[in-house]
């Protein structure tokens, strides 16, 4: 299944109409497989769907590592995908315990049973300097337009991306913010890269989840074009983790942990 189609449609402006062909990006469920039990069913892009079920794996804790899993199948099915973990025999007990969640790309709390479930701590994560400095978290961003070929062509996705000095972006898209940056904890995991001197860029909001993903990949910077939640500056906090908003062309602003900006420090 492609990530994009080609569909047509009618068009309107002040001179006239047109009939036409727009792409659009493709929307499908997902089911996250682990060990023959269903741990997710996700509106996603049917792309990258391996680092897609290996970083929500990572980023809500059902796996520890990428050693955990033993094999990855990818079977198409006439209403969606299912992606298929099968894990090592030590690695099972953590999936055990949870049951099957269901959730819309917009949505990341589906499922969950208790008050206690909604808002998990993450780790608190430590940084590996040198720091970037507002210049280069301006560059960083501004060069997330080379990671979305499919946004480019349609829209219609996010975007989370992974920067570290000296190297190329290592990007990931989706119709889904959260499902974007699961699918970029399993890339840079599968890669066995190293996020701790890294900085999270994202295309979207910033939601309590994306912080809690961030801490989980071990990245110290997380930065946004949009503006945090009350909850996402307050986990960001406990988890020391500096959090970067509404990053424009000319500025941005930090809410917590300036001090691993270079220029204020």
């Not at 990428?66 to 992606?83: F, H, P, R, Y």
């Not at 780790?123 to 501004?142: I, K, R």
């Not at 309590?208 to 110290?220: D, I, N, R, Y």
């Not at 020391?240 to 809410?255: M, N, P, S």
Request: hydrophobic letters at 50%; a negative charge.
């Amino acid at each position: 299944m492609t990530a994009w189609q080609n569909c047509a449609r009618d068009a309107w402006t002040a001179v006239g109409t047109a009939s036409g062909h727009r792409i659009l990006a493709v929307e499908t469920p997902v089911a996250i497989v682990i060990d023959a039990v269903t741990a997710a069913v996700m509106l996603a892009t049917p792309d990258g769907l391996e680092d897609f079920a290996i970083g929500f794996a990572l980023s809500e804790r059902l796996i520890t590592a990428t050693d955990d899993v033993a094999a990855c199948e990818i079977v198409e099915q006439s209403d969606g995908i299912e992606v298929r973990l099968w894990l090592t025999t030590g690695s099972r007990t953590a999936v055990a315990t949870r049951r099957r969640l269901t959730a819309p790309s917009g949505c990341g709390l589906c499922g969950v049973e208790s008050l206690a479930e909604a808002v998990v701590a993450p780790p608190s994560v430590t940084a590996d300097g040198p720091y970037p400095s507002p210049a280069e978290l301006l560059a960083a961003m501004a060069g997330l337009r080379d990671v979305q070929p499919l946004g480019t062509r349609t829209r219609a996705t996010h975007a989370a991306a992974l920067w570290r000095r000296g190297e190329p972006l290592l990007g990931r898209e989706d119709v889904g913010r959260h499902n974007a940056l699961d699918k970029l904890v399993g890339a840079a995991a599968r890669a066995g890269i190293d996020a701790r001197a890294g900085v999270v860029l994202l295309t979207s909001r910033i939601s309590v989840e994306m912080v809690q993903k961030t801490a989980m990949l071990g990245a110290p910077i997380l930065v946004a074009v949009s503006a945090p939640t009350t909850l996402a500056v307050a986990t960001a906090a406990a988890a020391e983790l500096t959090l970067v908003a509404v990053a424009r062309h000319d500025g941005f602003e930090v809410f917590t942990r300036p001090d691993r900006i270079a220029a204020m420090r």
